[in-house]
């Protein structure tokens, strides 16, 4: 694809030569056919010395290469990888390996691969893609454009919206963990809610969301998880929030609109967190956390506060030797 084509599409700059461009890859790895971005300061020796054909940059580089310049160098590689490397046709179509209930509804467009199951009262909508290995329970609901990959399991009564990617290996409508201690022994909680998911959710790889115990689970539009998270039943995950890889959230949690919660947060039950509070890695939650808050550690504090914390951590071998020091000096002075 030209150059030209590209800003005519997406908008930009273009300086320097008017190219054709087959691929994209990393400035490191790029080859004359390729085009790269650079969108962290940090990389711009590699800018410097890449082999690629062109580059998508927030402002001019001082070396002979077609640039593109953009406000957004990352948002704008996304785009063009979507038009360098378009998705494969949807084939519509139910493999004769699939079973399908015959009072599910699977819409004319959508495309179930073999081996899927999908229950009584299921509904599949249009240009759905269904892979290899998933169950659709009773009653379960996928919306339109949504894509289930290899082993994907939503039990009953669950939903999906639309332009969805969940991953292989999600387990959606679980039960979630709840017992009552009758003096002897565990008493189950029956789970009899459901989990609803909003449209331009993306799941990744072995996550769990649980059904409510009642009414229901409910994860936001254009959420992001990564791969290996868990979601405890009741939980309500508010739009536009990311959760990265191995975090986990306990039962009837709130969680806002724009969190970030970084790799293995782990947050507890009935907690709530305010729009656009961003957690570090391993952070701890165990109480209400305001909206807006940047926040670290177990439990966990105000960022700012953290590193003050770490930094002490660090001084503490230090710390004692100068205090060991000082009870000698302290007994020497009392036998004196």
């Known amino acids: 694809m030209l150059l030209s084509r590209l800003t005519e599409i997406l908008g930009g700059t273009l300086q320097g030569e008017d190219r054709e461009v087959t691929g994209a890859s990393t400035l490191e790895e790029a080859a004359q056919a390729d085009i790269s971005f650079l969108a962290n300061r940090k990389y711009r020796d590699q800018a410097m010395t890449t082999k690629a054909g062109a580059i998508i940059v927030q402002e001019v580089i001082g070396r002979e290469i077609s640039q593109i310049i953009t406000p957004d160098p990352y948002l704008y590689f996304a785009r063009v990888l979507s038009l360098l490397y378009p998705d494969k046709p949807v084939t519509p179509g139910i493999s004769e390996m699939a079973w399908v209930h015959p009072e599910a509804h699977v819409h004319e467009g959508a495309c179930i691969y073999p081996h899927v199951y999908i229950g009584a009262g299921a509904r599949i909508f249009e240009n759905c893609v269904i892979f290899p290995g998933c169950f659709i329970g009773d009653d379960a609901s996928v919306g339109e454009h949504t894509i289930l990959h290899p082993n994907v399991a939503v039990y009953h009564g669950c939903s999906i919206g639309r332009h969805c990617i969940v991953h292989a290996g999600v387990v959606i409508g679980s039960d979630g963990f709840g017992f009552a201690w009758d003096g002897q022994r565990h008493v189950k909680v029956p789970q009899k809610g459901v989990v609803v998911i909003g449209d331009h959710v993306e799941i990744g790889s072995n996550c769990t969301i649980d059904r409510a115990a ?123």
């Open 214 to 336: 009642l009414t229901s689970t409910r994860i936001g539009s254009d959420v992001k998880m990564d791969n290996l998270v868990q979601i405890g039943h009741n939980v309500v995950v508010g739009d536009h929030t990311i959760i990265v890889a191995q975090a986990g959230i306990s039962g009837s949690a709130r969680i806002g609109t724009g969190v970030v919660l970084a790799g293995q947060c782990g947050v507890a039950g009935h907690v709530s967190i305010g729009d656009g509070v961003t957690a570090a890695a391993r952070t701890g939650i165990a109480t209400d956390i305001p909206p807006g808050k940047v926040i670290s550690g177990f439990p966990s504090m105000d960022h700012s506060r953290w590193l003050r914390v770490q930094k002490v951590y660090r001084d503490l071998p230090e710390l004692l030797k100068r205090v060991r020091d000082l009870e000698r000096k302290v007994q020497d002075l009392a036998r004196d």
